[in-house]
């Protein structure tokens, strides 16, 4: 394992639910990131959290709503989504998001599917 | 614009055979490249990263090269064990203040027995 943890594994939504995903690094990392990998597609940054503070919002749509409590939590809450927002949503943590050689961990992802 | 390139998309090796996969990039400035391992239904895992010094970094039978000047990475894999199936992602990292990075689209390898 790599010290960071999401849940749920596996959703099913409606476009009309509102859900949230949940993310937790044991790793005492500061900066916390959600990527969206779709099929045959790169993994596209969504937001980045340092140290609680969002520094990064990758033109995500307003269905999308992150939450970052503190340094170990993420959290990611959708509502009214779109059948192509069906994706495996990955959360990740580092020790800093600025530069160098600083490696991100990933949790196992969170396979989203809209009807 | 930055972008990163990987063949081929993918493969299939018989176990114990070696394979090589490739990564092309035009990220700049370069300021280093990973590789990634990511199993069916996991998140990605580092392998190795090179910054722009390094041209070889091993980790077991995984060795990465790098040539700064055609800006091209390889990943070598000895002695393929069935473990081995997932797909490869290499990323770039760009030297900008916030570290930015480039995904590949991956290179799936299958190894079959």
């Known amino acids: 394992e790599t010290g960071v943890t999401q849940t749920p594994r596996h959703l099913v939504m409606g476009m009309t639910n509102k859900k949230s995903l949940k993310c937790e690094q044991h790793?005492?990392?500061?900066?916390m990131y959600w990527y969206k990998q779709s099929a045959k597609k790169p993994l596209e940054l969504m937001f980045v959290?340092?140290?609680?503070?969002?520094?990064e919002n990758n033109s995500v749509p307003s269905r999308f709503s992150p939450e970052c409590p503190n340094s170990s939590h993420l959290f990611l809450h959708l509502h009214t989504l779109q059948p192509e927002d069906s994706a495996l949503y990955l959360c990740?943590?580092?020790?800093?998001?600025?530069?160098?050689?600083?490696?991100?961990?990933f949790g196992p992802g969170t396979r989203l599917t809209v009807l | 614009k930055n972008q990163v390139e990987q063949s081929p998309q993918s493969l299939i090796i018989l176990e114990g055979k070696n394979c090589t996969l490739q990564?092309?990039?035009?990220?700049?400035?370069?300021?280093?490249l990973r590789w990634y391992k990511q199993d069916t239904g996991r998140g990605p895992v580092s392998l190795t990263i090179m910054t722009f010094s390094e041209n070889t970094k091993s980790n077991g039978r995984y060795t990465a090269t790098l040539d700064a000047d055609t800006k091209q990475s390889s990943l070598h894999i000895t002695a393929s064990q069935l473990s081995d199936s997932a797909s490869y992602i290499c990323v770039v990292s760009a030297e900008t203040g916030f570290q930015k990075l480039v995904f590949g689209t991956g290179t799936r390898l299958l190894v079959s027995p």
């Open positions: 990740a943590s580092s020790q800093e998001p600025t530069g160098g050689t600083d490696t991100q961990y």
């Open positions: 959290y340092n140290f609680k503070e969002q520094t």
């Open positions: 990564c092309n990039y035009t990220v700049s400035p370069f300021s280093n």
């Open positions: 790793l005492g990392h500061n900066a």
